[in-house]
């Protein structure tokens, strides 16, 4: 009986309670445009003694975002990482956009010009009876995005998302990364 008090401690101590989202602190430190996605950096600060590790196969990142909302884009993070015991993590969440920027506008017009006018490719002789079908796109050519369209998507983005949660679901572990931008 005399030994059970230090039994638990050192129970706590090694094996303890999973950390609660109060154990988990997070605080925004930036965002970035980069390729087709934003990258949003936080500062994780693990409040227990006991480290906490996020593995591939149990951790699962959601965007917070409003039920009602489309999708803001795919939230993805590197793993696995750890958060030391009393210590700090810097985290990055890539969040890939739904839709990728284009190429410039005269760039991708020309391009499209020059397939239109090219000819169908001639009938192989080996294969006589193979038939060769037009191409699909023929008319006026669908504007492509300009720089201010994705700017506004982006925008649009950044107002609908809320931050990030990431999850442990085996091990009961959640960790909120808040908005602060």
């Known amino acids: ?26 605080d925004f ?9 934003l990258i949003f ?5 693990n409040l227990t003694r006991r480290a906490v590790l996020f593995q591939p196969t149990l951790t699962e990142i959601h965007a917070l975002q409003s039920k009602d909302r489309p999708p803001v884009g795919y939230p993805n993070i590197l793993l696995p990482f750890t958060l030391p015991g009393r210590g700090s993590h810097v985290v990055e969440v890539r ?5 990728a920027l284009a190429p410039p506008a005269s760039m991708s017009d020309e391009q499209t010009r020059q397939v239109l006018q090219s000819q169908p490719l001639e009938t ?3 294969f006589p009876d193979t038939p060769v079908s037009p191409l699909p796109m023929q008319g006026q050519v669908a504007p ?5 369209t994705v700017e506004l998507s982006v925008q649009g983005t950044l107002a ?7 999850e442990d679901e ?12």
């Not at 230090?6 to 602190?25: C, I, K, M």
């Not at 492509?144 to 201010?148: C, E, I, L, N, V």
Request: glycine share 10%; net charge positive; aromatic share 8%.
């Open 144 to 148: 492509a995005a300009s720089p201010a």
């Open 124 to 126: 192989p002789k080996l």
């Open 29 to 37: 430190q930036s965002v970035r445009y980069e390729a087709g996605g």
């Open 160 to 166: 609908d998302l809320n931050g990030f949660v990431v």
């Open 41 to 45: 950096r936080y500062t994780v600060h």
């Open 170 to 181: 085996a091990n009961g572990i959640r960790l909120l990364l808040p908005r602060g931008w």
């Open 95 to 99: 969040l890939e956009l739904p839709t």
């Open 1 to 26: 009986m005399v030994l059970a008090g230090p039994a638990l401690l050192l129970w706590n101590t090694f094996v303890g309670p999973a950390p609660t989202e109060r154990d988990l602190r997070a």
